[in-house]
Structures are given as structure tokens and as C-alpha cells.
């Protein structure tokens, strides 16, 4: 890279407009979009779709909603040409869906584009010619008026054409291409002439789509020159203003959300950005962020795994993990910190029954694309206390106490620190069970007998050990008093209970419940014992004896057995 990068590269100039309005705007209303999936985008991809992928897409795109789907660029290739018969022949179009198709401004490609359109129902006829003066200087070696020239020659061909064929309903599109690195007066000048021609009315409408062919400027830039086009425009209640949108400068999403901001009513783009070089922009993201704001974007993504899978088998391109809405990763907090939030702000709205989301970290709920919370929380070694409680309540309903989660977050840390991977959701239910004795105690309850004698409760258990089988024997103030009382006499463990916490697994009444139980010793040493059973008593004393037998020689445990190794990650 270059020191002084102002040596061989400059900056694009900015447009006058210090009374610009669009910053003052806010989005409402979802803008009419058109896919260009299955044109410009399948023009980028290193092996073009053939007709069953392409059908695929088309299928899809219909079952999101879309009105207005570029579908070729007919004279371009057989290919190409083909799609659009076999649409059109086959009747696939459904009466409220237009399709689009591209051409430029050559006399021969746009007679072997009416042929391809041939008995369409309705079609948008899209003209394009280059505008910049870096295209005409070097590319086309022509004036602004020869350039205006081709593009007038072009627009009445169209026009002729489509007076000839009064069966298909037409709309005319006219991009001048280049636009955001286009003198604002000749881009305004070339779409008025054009218009002169085309003469839009309800009866054959208009659409003037203004692209970043290449983003070479800041966003609000971009909304300058779509607000200066729109003000100045003479038939500006007679067309549609689209946006085209490309990705090179990373801003693609915000130039045409500042552009509709500025007066745009269209955008054309693909699913997830697919396009030359960096990309079109991404019509999920712009739909999803509407909806996040309140705005129903007419668009379907409920099922965005169907989505994924569809794009990436049809275009052989992955979606990124990190993309918005859509990648593997968006939902996902490893963070303590983060984890922690997101679970409040669970509980919270459980508790409060809200229907506004309001979550911590997540400006949209997964489960209004398709996607289940258990992908929210995932646990490895950035993980906090919320972590692996989030995966045990989610899962299996235990709502633990803070001084447990801080407990088994220290256990589940020290594994993930060594292992030095992700923990799944089987593997942290695992050691929590190993760790707190919930499905093989090292102190297992067989009976239990108990009555009181007013303040005075007498107990009588078996427990079975590693060593056989101990039949206890204690008393106190109530039940959980006794068995302690029982442990000091038979095994000579000196316990009192710091803490204590119950409660159902569901709301039926046959449900089981769980106990979390703290102890510690004369030491002040402590540990934990839980229980789930469908007797309450039973689990009490079971997390009393779990937690009691972390205090016990060596010799009189039961054998554990820690999870294979191929449970500590995904």
C-alpha cells in the first residue's frame, strides 16, 4: 500500500444539496423490491445456474413474495433466452408476478428480446446505457450526446415494439448506468429524454432505476444524488425511482436504505448479496431490518433455513456464519456477559408476558424466521455463569439458583479451558449430573421413613453406597434437620445448610420437581447436590445426600464415569 494514496487515487466529488431532507425521514413503508437473482446474480457465479437450478430460485422466489423478478438477459445467451421461453410456455408466471429482463441499447438485442418475451403476460423492459464520463471517455469513446443518441434510438425501438404487441402489459425501465459516478445534470438530462419517448402514464408506467453500479462514495452521498434526481426530475410523480445498489465499499445496505430515505420507491437486489465482485445488496437484510423496526416488509423469510438452503445449493455459495439474520452465528452469544443479559431479558419477558421484543443483543426474535433458541447461548471458554444455565433451563427446565450457576460455571470454565472447545448442550447436561449427583448418586435414598412428634420430626433412611448399604437414623426440627443430624451420627459429617431452593418442572400437577441444596462443612468448605423426583420430600433429601457425599472419604463414593471426550464439542 501506498503512503500517500492520494498520489493515485482521488476522491469522488460530493454532491450541493445543503437542504437535503432525507435525514430528517424515517422508513415506514417496504419499498417495491425486484430480485435480480436469477440475472445479475446469476451472471456472477463461476458456473451459472442451469434451468432446474434456475427453477428452483424462481420457485422460491415466489414462495417469499416477490412481485417483480428479473429473470434474463435474453439476448445474452440460449440460455438465457431459453428460461424465459419456458416460463412464459409453461405458464409458471402467476397473474400478480411480473418478470424483468435486460438489454442494451443495440437494435439486434433488443428484437431477439421481444422474441423471448413473446405472450408474456406482463414483462418490465429493462434499457441500460452507461453514463459516466469514465465509460464514455474509455470505454465507449463517445460524447454525451452521442451517448443520449443511442439511448433515444433505443427507447423508441422499445416503444415501437411494444405498441406492436398490446397483449402483454408493458412496463419500460431505464437504468443509466454509472449513475452514482455520473454528472448529476447529464443523468437528469439522458432519463428526461428518454422519458420524452416513452411518455409514462397509469396506462404504460415507468421505471428510472438510478444503480452504484461500483460504490465509489459514502451512503449519504449516494442519498443526495437519488433526493437531487427526485426533486429535479419533471415527471417525478409519473415513475418509479428504483436503486440498484452494488457492495464495494461495504455500504451497499445503507445506500439503499439512505436512498429510500431520499425518495427512492424500488430496490433491486438478491438474496444475501449475491453479485459481481463484492456483491448487489442484500434484500434479506433490507427486509428484516424494516421488520425489526415495526414495517411489514411484503416479503416471506419465516422459514430462513429453507431460504439458505435453496440460495446455496442454487448459486454453490455459502452464506457466511457472521451475515446478518441468516448466518449460523448471528443468534449465538458466547460472551458470560452477553449470555447473562439475553437471559434476563428471557426471563423477564416470560414473567411479564410482553408482546414489544425487547431482548438484550437480539433486535430480532429467531423464532420469526424459523430458527429455535437453542442456538442462542452455546457455552465454551468466554462462557459465564448464564451460559450453561441458559442451556439447562432451556432444555430441561431447571431454573438453577445465582450460587449454583457461579458453581457449575466454574466446573464447565475449567473443562472448556483444557479441552479448549465448544460444549454442547449433551455434554453440559452430563457433567452437571456427574457433578450434582442427579442420575447416579454417590449416596443413593432407597427409603426413607419419617413421623413428628410435635416440634420433633425422626427419620429413618437407607441409603445405598459404593460399600453396601447404611440404614440412618436421626431427628430434628423438620425432615432436612434430621437427615443431618442422621449424617453426623453414621458418617460423622458435620453439615449445615447454607441454601435451599425447589421447584416443578411443569405446571401439571403429576409433574416432577427439583431441589437444589447447599451445604457446608466445619471447615466452611461447600458443595451442591440436586434432585429431580416426583416426590419433593425424596428429592430434598436426595440433593441433602448429594451434596453430602462430596464431603465423604474417597473410599465410600461410588465410581463415576466421565463423558466421552467426543461430547465436549460440536
Known amino acids: 500500500m501506498l503512503t500517500q494514496p492520494a498520489e493515485k487515487y482521488r476522491a469522488f466529488p460530493v454532491i450541493a444539496l445543503p437542504d437535503r431532507q432525507w435525514p430528517s425521514r424515517q422508513l415506514t413503508v417496504a419499498p417495491r423490491w425486484l430480485s435480480t437473482d436469477l440475472r445479475d446474480g446469476n451472471q456472477a457465479l463461476a458456473e451459472p445456474m442451469d434451468a432446474e437450478r434456475k427453477l428452483a430460485f424462481w420457485d422460491l422466489l415466489l414462495a417469499c413474495g416477490f412481485k417483480e423478478i428479473e429473470v434474463a438477459f435474453p439476448a445474452a445467451s440460449q440460455t438465457d433466452f431459453q428460461f424465459v421461453r419456458q416460463l412464459i410456455e409453461q405458464q409458471r408466471i402467476p397473474g400478480d408476478v411480473t418478470i424483468q429482463v435486460l438489454t442494451q441499447a443495440r437494435e439486434a438485442l433488443i428484437s431477439r428480446t421481444f422474441e423471448a418475451l413473446q405472450d408474456a403476460p406482463r414483462a418490465i423492459l429493462h434499457l441500460y446505457t452507461a453514463t459516466a464520463p469514465l465509460f464514455r471517455e474509455r470505454v465507449f469513446n463517445q460524447s454525451k450526446a452521442e451517448i443520449v443518441a443511442l439511448a433515444c434510438a433505443a427507447a423508441r425501438q422499445i416503444r415501437d415494439g411494444c405498441e406492436a404487441r398490446p397483449e402483454t402489459h408493458w412496463t419500460f425501465e431505464y437504468s443509466p448506468e454509472t449513475f452514482c459516478f455520473t454528472e448529476p445534470e447529464f443523468a437528469l438530462a439522458i432519463c428526461e429524454a428518454v422519458a420524452d419517448i416513452w411518455r409514462p402514464c397509469a396506462a404504460r408506467p415507468m421505471i428510472i432505476n438510478l444503480p452504484a453500479t461500483v460504490e465509489v462514495n459514502t451512503p449519504n452521498v449516494y442519498a ?4 437531487y434526481f427526485c426533486r429535479h426530475f419533471s415527471r417525478r410523480d409519473a415513475v418509479c425511482i428504483s436503486v440498484h445498489p452494488h457492495n464495494d465499499r461495504g455500504t451497499g445496505t445503507a445506500c439503499a436504505e439512505l436512498a429510500l430515505l431520499a425518495g427512492a420507491d424500488r430496490v433491486e437486489g438478491c438474496l444475501f448479496g449475491n453479485g459481481e465482485r463484492t456483491g448487489n445488496v442484500d434484500i434479506v437484510t433490507l427486509a428484516l431490518n424494516l421488520y425489526s423496526q415495526g414495517v411489514a416488509p411484503q416479503l416471506d423469510f419465516s422459514d430462513i433455513n429453507r431460504v439458505i438452503e435453496v440460495v446455496t445449493r442454487c448459486n454453490q455459495l455459502p452464506v457466511h456464519p457472521r451475515h446478518p439474520y441468516a448466518g449460523e452465528l448471528v443468534f449465538t452469544a458466547f460472551s458470560g456477559s452477553h449470555q447473562d443479559a439475553i437471559r434476563k431479558g428471557f426471563a423477564i419477558r416470560q414473567q411479564q408476558q410482553e408482546k414489544i421484543w425487547q431482548m438484550p443483543y437480539l433486535p430480532l426474535d429467531p423464532a420469526d424466521i424459523g430458527c ?19 442451556l439447562l433451563e432451556q432444555n430441561h427446565g431447571l431454573r438453577l439458583p445465582r450460587a449454583l450457576m457461579q458453581d457449575f460455571s466454574l466446573h464447565i470454565q475449567h473443562e472448556t479451558d483444557r479441552d479448549g472447545k465448544e460444549m454442547t448442550q449433551r455434554a453440559v447436561w452430563q457433567r452437571f449430573c456427574l457433578h450434582y449427583g442427579v442420575e447416579e448418586p454417590r449416596l443413593k435414598l432407597m427409603n426413607a421413613e419419617s413421623h413428628s412428634d410435635g416440634d420433633l420430626t425422626q427419620l429413618e433412611v437407607s441409603l445405598s453406597l459404593s460399600v453396601g448399604t447404611r440404614r440412618l437414623r436421626g431427628r430434628g426440627n423438620g425432615l432436612l434437620s434430621a437427615a443431618i443430624d442422621a449424617l453426623q451420627h453414621a458418617l460423622g459429617l458435620s453439615l449445615t445448610i447454607e441454601d435451599y431452593h425447589e421447584h416443578t418442572l411443569s405446571k401439571r400437577s403429576d409433574s416432577r420437581s427439583v431441589a437444589y441444596l447447599c451445604c457446608l462443612d466445619a471447615q466452611g468448605k461447600r458443595a451442591w447436590g440436586v434432585s429431580i423426583d416426583s416426590d419433593i420430600a425424596r428429592a430434598s433429601l436426595q440433593a441433602l445426600f448429594n451434596a453430602a457425599a462430596a464431603f465423604l472419604p474417597p ?8 463423558p466421552a471426550d467426543d461430547e465436549t464439542s460440536r
Open 555 to 562: 473410599q465410600t463414593r461410588l465410581p463415576g464415569q466421565r
Open 372 to 390: 429455535s433458541y437453542e442456538a442462542v447461548i452455546r457455552v465454551n471458554s468466554q462462557s459465564g455463569k448464564s451460559g450453561a444455565a441458559w
Open 224 to 227: 443526495d444524488q437519488i433526493e
